[in-house]
DNA sequence: TCTGCATGCAGC
DNA sequence: ACGCTGCATGCAGA
């Protein structure tokens, strides 16, 4: 059963739909404040909730202390849909643009308690798109409608059915995850910031040891005024010095020996700290001990998620040792390994690849096979492969592979060949590439015209080759991403069915907050998730995370023999995974 | 003073 | 001439 939701001024207005898409009541309308209580009752039922934005409907509810199951997110389905090839012939990727391609609505942050920092947080949402007052309940309910119908003319109905409800199950997990917030201690964070930085001192001030290593720096190189913060004085500086640098990248300074790098190096890295990760960032970003990121489903073209804000998807390992468990409580990590080669293996139904990943390290397999020398050849050469690398180690490597596993090397090419000449590929379950910029398609034409000069042609066959890597990049990337989606949303699933036999189950205090009592999400990082479980439960949540990742496979790839594997730990410390 | 772009680096 | 990002910072031009 669907049940369409909608905002109309103060009211929410809801059409409970039957198996079989019609009405099962006449649309009615509940005041906002009796929305979370009808939502709880109806749950039971197990709805499919449709809504216009997750991110703009779930964060109320769970602040009710209210889960649901699963859900319809129409703006990331009508992305989906209008993008697809799949669905290129339906009337609803060939109407012109309206509100649904708009970027989401402005929403509020999901956050448990109404601390100072996130006060507004509780204040209902007034930028909402019916700010007109139409009742956008109708809206809903037309735009579904058009999406049902794109999907029943697709001859791909199961693929995008299946994304489509990953998608939602994603936006679900995401506010739950930035609800629930990763636990961080930030006396821990603090004292790691002292040890490497020195005292916190204020804002915009530089702490005891990167003042040092400035002082150090400007004696080595006898410039005493030099500001390390400036790229542009550091490299004049380093050139002065007699070193022929090109960039101050650390990457390409470790190729130069001066007695001054050494600790330039250093004042990078732990610049680097201060400003993404340093106090300031803590005073903003953790409340209560919980990071709450801000996540972004469907954020990347490729169908990653990204973020806004507090930067959760660039974490960096520095600092992992701030994420620590509750008394009581453990981490079960878990992070699949070598995703994208998998991925790879199973959509060119390569069994020689696949076979190599079996039960085992795919590089490892691959290495084991004969194929290169070692580990890191191996997988210097996948990347290659998958990125489109025509030059150095990797461009060298290959061939090797070609001839190992032609199958799979195929189908990046073809992926690529597709990009070069401006068209669109699509990953697994139905998610299409966009098409190149009129500037790109331009480029193109004109290098054909007979007054293209050269340099025109040159730059034309270079924006071919970029938007191929992208193509062919886009089909690997885009597919792992929908696996991780299912692998996730089938962990979420698993998890709530462990709770609801145990202590947070029927007879759960609904004045707690959903997460407080039973093990959850509480952190994604493409292919590597976080739960967050008492203790005596790791064990099930283990099996649980296994089993998903198998089931993942075969919602994508059904019976096709590739393996999934992960690399699972169950740690106090998220420092210590890995 | 503001804004947009370039740089550099964190993650996958 | 290897894909996708977000974010902080400095710098140049408006």
């Known amino acids: ?41 109806r749950e039971s039922a197990s709805p499919r909730w449709v809504w216009d934005d997750t991110a703009a409907w779930y964060p109320e509810l769970l602040r009710a202390g209210i889960r649901v199951e699963r859900c319809h997110d129409l703006r990331l389905s009508h992305v989906i849909l209008c993008n697809s090839a799949f669905t290129a012939e339906s009337p609803l990727s060939q109407s012109g643009p309206h509100r649904w391609d708009e970027a989401a609505v402005a929403h509020v942050p999901a956050v448990p308690t109404g601390d100072t920092l996130f006060d507004f947080a509780a204040e ?34 199961g ?31 603090d004292a790691l910031l002292t040890s490497e930085l020195g005292p916190r001192v204020a804002y915009g001030t530089r702490p005891a ?9 400007r004696s080595l190189l006898d410039n005493p005024t030099l500001n390390p913060d400036s790229q542009t004085e550091v490299l004049r500086a380093l050139k002065r010095a007699g070193l022929p640098v090109r960039s101050t990248r650390a990457w390409e300074l470790k190729e130069h020996s001066h007695p001054a790098l050494v600790p ?23 409340v209560n001990g919980r990071f709450h990121p801000d996540y972004v489903p469907g954020g ?62 795919l590089y490892a397999g691959i290495v084991a096979s004969g194929v290169v020398e070692t580990r890191d050849h191996a997988k210097v050469a996948m990347l290659g492969a998958m990125y489109g690398a025509t030059s150095g180690e990797s461009g060298r490597l290959l061939p090797k592979l ?16 597709v990009g070069e000449r401006g068209g669109v590929v699509t990953t697994r379950l139905g998610r299409s590439s966009p098409r190149p910029s009129e500037d790109w398609l331009r480029a193109q034409a004109y290098a054909y015209a007979p007054e293209a000069s050269s340099a025109d042609e040159r730059m034309a066959r270079s924006q071919a080759r970029e938007w191929g890597r992208f193509t062919r990049n886009f089909v690997v990337q885009g597919s792992a991403a929908e ?9 979420r699933k698993a998890l709530q069915k462990l709770d609801a036999g145990g202590a947070g189950g029927a007879d759960r205090d609904p004045s707690q907050s959903p997460f407080s009592q039973s093990p959850h999400l509480v952190f994604f990082l493409h292919d590597e998730v976080v739960v967050h479980t008492p203790a005596a439960l790791a064990p099930q949540v283990q099996q649980i995370i296994v089993d998903a990742a198998t089931e993942a496979g075969r919602l994508l790839f059904g019976e096709f023999p590739v393996d999934f594997l992960l690399t699972v730990a169950t740690v106090e410390s998220y420092a210590d995974a890995k």
């Open 1 to 41: 059963m669907h049940i369409v939701v909608g905002r109309s001024g103060g009211v929410i207005l809801i059409t409970e739909l039957d198996a079989t898409g019609s009405p099962a009541t006449p649309t009615f309308e509940l005041p906002a404040v009796n929305f979370a209580q009808y939502v709880r009752a």
């Open 124 to 157: 209902p949402d007034t930028s909402s798109a019916d700010a007109d007052g139409d009742a956008d309940s109708t809206d809903s309910r037309v735009e579904f409608q058009r999406q049902q119908q794109a999907l029943l003319s697709s001859a791909e109905t």
């Open 159 to 189: 693929r995008l059915r299946l994304l489509l409800a990953a998608e939602s199950a994603g936006a679900l997990i995401a506010a739950e995850m930035q609800f629930a917030g990763l636990p961080w201690r930030t006396d821990i964070h």
């Open 209 to 217: 040891k990167l003042e040092a290593l400035a002082a150090r720096i």
């Open 264 to 286: 330039l190096l250093e004042y990078k890295k732990l610049s680097r700290l201060l400003s993404a990760n340093g106090w300031y960032w803590m005073d903003t970003w953790i």
């Open 300 to 361: 990347v073209v490729t169908g990653r998620w990204a973020t806004k804000g507090g930067g959760a998807l660039q974490l960096p390992k520095q600092v992992r040792r701030a994420v620590t468990a509750d008394d009581g409580w453990t981490f079960v990590v878990a992070d699949a390994s070598q995703l994208e080669p998998r991925i790879l293996a199973a959509l060119s139904t390569d069994l020689a690849m696949a076979d190599a990943g079996r039960g085992t390290d």
């Open 402 to 417: 070609a001839r190992a596993y032609p199958r799979a090397l195929e189908l990046t090419e073809a992926a690529a060949r």
């Open 483 to 491: 696996w991780a989606l299912c692998w996730m949303a089938q962990i």
